[in-house]
């Protein structure tokens, strides 16, 4: 099965000091390409379970394998180069208000020293693929929230990465917007790019016809596949 999977946890937990248990014992299988909902009341577990993806952190016992890799067996010091090859969002989405939307998406870019030429290019695809071309010269406070997160998205595939996990992408915006923001999810999703999302946000997931995993304090309890 690890094969054939973006992402593999085989028994996963994770305590934190002070013992509270965020997973425990969590087993699941994203297929490559695959596109899937994590769900659960606050405290279920679901941002501890994508930063153990991302390696910001370790769990306590189990494994995990992301693109077939064993993340046991990474090395800090390669821990940046792993992350290029996921695209993360975040529902405050983290941008620089000192810097316009291109330097903002330009960053992953530029800190994996890739060519100038190159990043105008790559940035200038990423801010078209959310239809904020236009915008590249703006500063980031001068945009809407829903034009934020899609910078933030921008940011976050301009490494093409196979993998993008978001978190709570839709949290801070209206319905329309959170529909907007997740028909984008599916359109990277529809390339081949696999997606896994944190969100709390049922109605909109019903209507969209993934996987749902549902998490319950630190329990896989569905959608395991």
């Known amino acids: 099965m690890i094969g054939d999977s973006m992402i593999h946890f085989d028994r996963v937990s994770k305590r934190y000091s002070g013992g509270f248990e965020a997973l425990s014992e969590v087993s699941f299988s994203l297929r490559?390409?695959?596109?899937?909902?994590?769900?659960?009341?606050?405290?279920?577990?679901?941002?501890?379970?994508?930063?153990?993806?991302?390696?910001?952190?370790?769990?306590?016992?189990?494994?995990?394998?992301?693109?077939?890799?064993?993340?046991?067996k990474f090395p800090r010091r390669q821990i940046p180069y792993f992350r290029r090859h996921v695209g993360?969002?975040?529902?405050?989405?983290?941008?620089?208000?000192?810097?316009?939307?291109?330097?903002?998406?330009?960053?992953?870019?530029?800190?994996?020293?890739?060519?100038?030429?190159?990043?105008?290019?790559?940035?200038?695809?990423?801010?078209?693929?959310?239809?904020?071309?236009k915008k590249e010269n703006s500063l980031p406070i001068t945009l809407s929230g829903g034009e934020q997160q899609r910078v933030g998205i921008a940011r976050a595939v301009v490494n093409k990465p196979p993998l993008l996990l978001a978190d709570e992408p839709t949290g801070n915006l209206d319905p329309e917007l959170s529909a907007e923001i997740m028909r984008l999810f599916q359109q990277f999703n529809q390339v081949g790019v696999t997606v896994l999302i944190a969100s709390h946000d049922l109605a909109l997931i019903s209507h969209m016809k993934h996987r749902v995993m549902r998490l319950d304090h630190g329990q896989l309890v569905a959608g395991r596949g």
């Open 32 to 72: 490559r390409g695959e596109m899937a909902f994590l769900t659960g009341h606050s405290g279920a577990g679901k941002s501890t379970l994508l930063k153990l993806i991302m390696l910001m952190e370790r769990p306590n016992q189990g494994r995990i394998y992301v693109g077939g890799q064993n993340l046991e």
């Open 88 to 133: 993360v969002v975040f529902q405050n989405h983290h941008l620089l208000f000192d810097r316009t939307v291109f330097q903002n998406v330009a960053l992953p870019l530029e800190i994996a020293g890739v060519s100038s030429r190159e990043i105008g290019r790559r940035v200038r695809a990423s801010l078209d693929k959310v239809g904020l071309l």
